[in-house]
């Protein structure tokens, strides 16, 4: 999707000797692909930190949001969890001015955050227009440096779970990973217009997937043999 291009000041520094290509950090990684792996692992030891200590009946605030961030990104980058002091756009487009990210969260937390943790909704098709209207409305704020996809998608995740379902299937990878991604993406900026039925569609297929995954698995497991 190409590189953001960033505003100068101490979010927009590049390591040192990585030829612009990975962001100034604590751990001084200066290849790309070992920086994408760090992230990656990162991400999951903190998702299974705080499925340990989320609260299925809690509400997700933008002070939350960023105590993930940091639970994240905090060992790599001195301004985890921290909002984006820097300006940013990618391929011509242009997010909102950094100096209005905290309004913009609160907004978010006040609009649709709060009215809709806990996700108690029953029908997919509500669940999937609930998160869209969260994933494009949290991506259009663009909050951090570095990371806004994942966790947006990681939001979702948990108020998915806390509606009875799986994380998502998204299928970025593999087959048919391509048109996903584009399809993702998509509906992320028809959300960015106020048309979140695009990304409700996606994420609808995404729920769906991950139920249909996690019931192929309950039928594979091993059976206790009945005496």
């Not at 101490?10 to 290849?31: A, C, D, F, M, T």
């Not at 301004?79 to 978010?108: C, H, I």
């Not at 098709?125 to 994942?150: K, S, T």
């Amino acid at each position: 999707m190409g590189r953001y291009d960033v505003h100068v000041g101490v979010e927009g520094e590049y390591e040192p000797g990585s030829r612009g290509r990975v962001l100034r950090n604590l751990l001084g990684i200066k290849s790309k692909r070992e920086m994408d792996k760090m992230e990656a692992d990162a991400l999951v030891e903190a998702q299974e930190h705080v499925l340990h200590v989320f609260d299925a009946n809690a509400r997700l605030t933008a002070e939350k949001i960023q105590g993930m961030h940091e639970t994240w990104l905090g060992r790599i980058y001195e301004w985890a969890g921290r909002y984006r002091t820097v300006e940013m756009a990618k391929a011509g487009f242009v997010w909102p001015p950094a100096r209005l990210v905290s309004q913009n969260m609160d907004a978010l937390e006040r609009q649709f955050l709060i009215p809709s943790t806990p996700c108690r909704a029953k029908r997919v098709e509500e669940i999937a227009r609930i998160l869209a209207r969260i994933q494009a409305e949290f991506l259009l704020v663009h909050p951090f440096r570095e990371g806004n996809g994942r966790m947006a998608r990681w939001i979702c995740d948990l108020m998915a779970m806390q509606a009875g379902h799986r994380p998502l299937e998204y299928q970025f990878a593999g087959r048919g990973g391509t048109s996903n991604s584009k399809a993702y993406l998509r509906g992320v900026i028809s959300g960015y217009g106020g048309d979140y039925d695009p990304l409700a569609i996606f994420l609808e297929g995404a729920i769906n997937r991950a139920d249909l995954r996690a019931l192929r698995d309950d039928n594979l497991s091993p059976r206790t043999p009945s005496k």
